[in-house]
């Protein structure tokens, strides 16, 4: 007789729970092009904006005259700065406690600034309509590097600051200068420094990058004039945190706001922030009683939204004769652009750089940031990184890349010595952090292992010998990596962005029939959480992730959250999600405890399901407590089976990495090919193995492309040089290298899965890993420090310069 009652091990299966590399749910609808993206909204009698932009980077405006623009068919209206003043709506706060303008007030401050918005029914009539929009400019010399900004004579950019010299982050030296962050021990470094046997100096510069999601930012905006409620769809990877600051600013009162984030192609930080688009369409609804669409063009998305990086980073790091790191000092300029618009907590103005002593037990550490105000976009987003920790790890591995030439070491063996070692976790860091767990000798010696570390340094001895006696014009870089991150913000005490605490969110609700609906305060914008959430809940309460939908994004269904950014859904709304369906079987122990007639006590969990202890035949599944939830009138609970939870987590998550990219070199071209690249991650419990390959594979192709050939370049003038994809490096297929993905799994000890973040690892740990590799190849012939990107123009000139062209 056949037995048809599921195994264990089936009924586990059945689950789809954590640790299954469950296929993404999601893509049913994006692989049919069935997705719902903010361009595909379409309300009627909708108008579209468009924007007038500056062509100067620094210039007075002396006059806008919108007569022809207004004057043509279809245009509705035509906004500058002096319409949006009486609503004091012409400038806005900035996530950093700066003060932007939305239209340009008097004057432009960078290539692409946004002076003035058409309005008018059709995309294409608002495009001819800002061509018809006369701007009168008087050019003002202009400022792009920011170590010239600070010069004593150089242009004041920020007049509306002059005189003001605190900001939001304490004193202002120079009328270009927006603050001086320090942490760490600035006089016993100094001291150590000055004692050292070894000493290594070295400027590392991360250039200006951009985020660059295949969707550009935008929104449409309808204010419902009956019944007083405002309607935002948008680009938001924090749909509440738009929905408060957008009632701050308008004075409409937050629960007349609702805001959605439908389905978003990328984000990668780009769409944290608050652009004057949102802020014009919203006005412009308002002032029209229409809706109102706007939605950037690629060039508008590369030359005025969020950039990243720009941080010079001069470093001093020194080590006993053996190798043991003594101490590591770091001194950034930073380039914020024209307005402060960073998006980090706000105690922390440069973000979580001061992780800059990475993956090593330093014992003495000094960090100074500068912000500095130049002719360039504002921004300084976390691209795909936790608010400056990927600038902190390119840092970190260069020096100790330079470290290891001033000390004559194998840089994998000077790693090795001072990496943090296993017990010494929770490990307190010499800026201040408790890194909560980690196994790094063990990831590293894996990684070495599985490339053949030795191998490949016979191998690349043997090329150079042969490259030297001309038998080849390739050399081969090995660049090693072992990062570590940051993720997860963040506490509350510590993490806030403009008084917002960085909390995050999960609301359960199961119905009747064992199936359930989770809606969370984060957002995906493709990282696949509508099927990894749900596996933490069907692990948790034991119902087919297949029967859970997770929805995310709607302020007038989810609960309060503070978005997706910096990896930290799965630390923070990850464990709401754990809690929240935690509460859900506390709950459902109670009912099956009055179904089973035993005392709760005498319950255990297994899989899907209450037993009786000691009676495992005697059980309610999941299914069937749900059912009794709702239609079981039980003494003492209420119906229902619903919950949420808030979730303000103790700690940040400290996931690693070990990553090693094998290249070849031409030194007559430059050119590159990438012939291995291992990626080893722990990001502490694994939630879908599949879907984490997939972030691995996206992050370190961006990484790809930031250090081989991504840029945004300016001209001695301001002039945006990569505005466009012909000009700025977005890999395809071709391009893409290979990957193969590994890992190791040390849990969080404070998170209630152990899961620790990984979306932007890859990005993080990538870069490094192929600069260092294209300075590896050099190595041997005197190069220390090259700055990125490195492409072929560039590397074919660090030949040049070290004298291999003959
Ligand atoms: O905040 P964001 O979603 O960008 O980053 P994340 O929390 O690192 O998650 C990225 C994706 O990887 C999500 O679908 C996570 O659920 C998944 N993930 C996982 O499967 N296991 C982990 N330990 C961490 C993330």
Known sequence: MNDLTPTREERIANLKGMGTSRKRVEDVRFTQGKGNYVDDIKLQGMLFGDFVR????????KSINADAARALPGVVAVLTAADLAPLNLHWMPTLAGDKQMVLADGKVLFQGQEVA???????????????????????????????????????????????????AHGPRRHHNHIFLWETGDKAATEEALGAAEVVAEEMVYYHRTHPCPLETCGCVASMDKVNGKLTVWGTFQAPHVVRTVASLLSGIEEHNIRVVSPDIGGGFGNKVGVYPGYVCSIVASIVTGKPVKWVEDRMDNLMATAFARDYWMKGRISATKEGKITALRCHVTADHGAFDACAD??????????ICTGSYDIPVAYVGVDGVYTNKAPGGVAYRCSFRVTEAAYFIERMIEVLAIELGMDAAELRRINFIRKEQFPYQSALGWEYDSGDYHTA???ALAAVDYKGLREEQAQRIADFKAGRTRKLLGIGLTHFTEIVGAGPVKNCDILGMGMFDSCEIRIHPTGSAIARLGT????????????????????????SITVEEGDTDTAPYGLGTYGSRSTPVAGAATALCGRKIRAKAQMIAAWLLEVHEGDLEWDVDRFQVKGAPERFKTMKEIAYAAYNQAIPGIEPGLEAVSYYDPPNMTYPFGAYIAVMEIDVDTGEHEVRQFYALDDCGTRINPMVIEGQVHGGATEGYAIAMGQEIAYDEIGNVKTGTLMDFFLPTAWETPHYTTDHTETPSPHHPIGAKGVGESPNVGSVPAFSNAVHDAFRAFGLRQSHMPHDHWRIWKIARDLGLHG
């Open 117 to 167: 918005f058409v309005v008018a029914t059709d995309r294409y009539i608002a495009a001819d309509a800002i061509e018809l929009v006369e701007v009168d400019y008087e050019e003002l010399p202009v400022v792009v590097d920011p170590f010239a900004a600070m010069e004593p004579d150089a242009p004041v950019l920020r007049e509306d600051l002059n005189g003001i010299m605190s900001g």
């Open 345 to 354: 907590p706000t105690k922390f103005p440069a973000g979580f750089f001061h």
């Open 444 to 446: 590293w010696d894996k």
């Open 54 to 61: 500056s062509p100067y980077a620094h210039a007075r405006v």
């Open 523 to 546: 957002i995906s914008q493709g990282q696949g959480h509508a099927t990894t959430f749900a596996q933490i809940i069907a692990s948790e309460i034991g119902l087919s992730a297949d």
